[in-house]
């Protein structure tokens, strides 16, 4: 690995999470009740996390710029399985699709765009099987469903299906 992509890459983390943690403050309470930590909370951990995490590794970095002779250094981690080799390509496609996902939850629906994105990610993990690609975006989207939707009240996007479901959701 390459340390300075791994330093470059860690600057990025902390730019995010500078990014998340000025957003947050623009987060006002609503409602009836206002708690301590209101709405804004929850965002706040989050970019900060990313700013310690990303200055640990730039920090850590940078106190073993010298003794690492060149810019390629060893690899942390364990080697892949035999047969199931990572991909760098592969995560980066599974964080497009997760992001195709969420801009388009709200046009194209829950029950639409969900089974979408699950069969989608199960085929770039290399599941080949069509009857195990549909079945197990059907069984999740309906679990989560009457998990969030039925049994917690969140409301979920319909998109198009609206109008089957009326205005309870």
Same mark, same amino acid.
């Given at each position: 690995?390459?340390?300075?992509?791994?330093? /470059? *890459?860690?600057? *990025?983390?902390?730019?995010?999470?500078?990014?998340?943690?000025?957003?947050?403050?623009?987060?006002?309470?609503?409602? !009836?009740?206002?708690?301590? *930590?209101?709405?804004? #909370?929850?965002?706040?951990?989050?970019?900060?996390?990313?700013?310690?995490?990303?200055?640990?590794?730039? /920090?850590?970095?940078?106190?073993?710029?010298?003794?690492?002779?060149?810019?390629?250094?060893?690899?942390? #981690?364990?080697?892949?399985?035999? #047969?199931?080799?990572?991909?760098?390509?592969?995560?980066?496609? &599974?964080?497009?699709?997760?992001? &195709?996902?969420?801009?388009?939850?709200?046009?194209?629906?829950?029950?639409?765009?969900?089974?979408?994105?699950?069969? #989608?990610?199960?085929?770039?993990?290399?599941?080949?099987?069509?009857?195990? &690609?549909?079945?197990?975006?059907?069984?999740?989207?309906?679990?989560?469903?009457?998990?969030?939707?039925?049994?917690?009240?969140?409301?979920? !996007?319909?998109?198009?299906?609206?109008?089957? /479901?009326?205005?309870?959701?």
């Amino acid at each position: 690995m390459d340390k300075r992509i791994d330093l /470059f *890459i860690a600057g *990025i983390v902390v730019l995010f999470g500078c990014f998340v943690l000025v957003q947050s403050f623009g987060i006002r309470p609503t409602g !009836p009740v206002v708690d301590k *930590i209101g709405p804004r #909370g929850f965002p706040v951990v989050i970019g900060t996390v990313f700013i310690v995490g990303g200055l640990a590794v730039m /920090f850590g970095r940078l106190r073993n710029w010298s003794a690492e002779t060149g810019n390629m250094i060893e690899p942390d #981690g364990e080697p892949d399985e035999p #047969g199931v080799p990572a991909s760098g390509p592969q995560a980066w496609i &599974l964080m497009t699709l997760a992001f &195709l996902y969420a801009l388009s939850l709200t046009q194209l629906g829950y029950f639409i765009a969900t089974p979408l994105f699950v069969g #989608g990610a199960l085929a770039v993990m290399r599941v080949r099987s069509a009857a195990t &690609l549909v079945g197990a975006a059907v069984v999740y989207t309906v679990i989560t469903y009457l998990v969030f939707g039925t049994m917690m009240g969140v409301r979920l !996007p319909l998109g198009p299906l609206a109008g089957l /479901f009326g205005t309870a959701q």
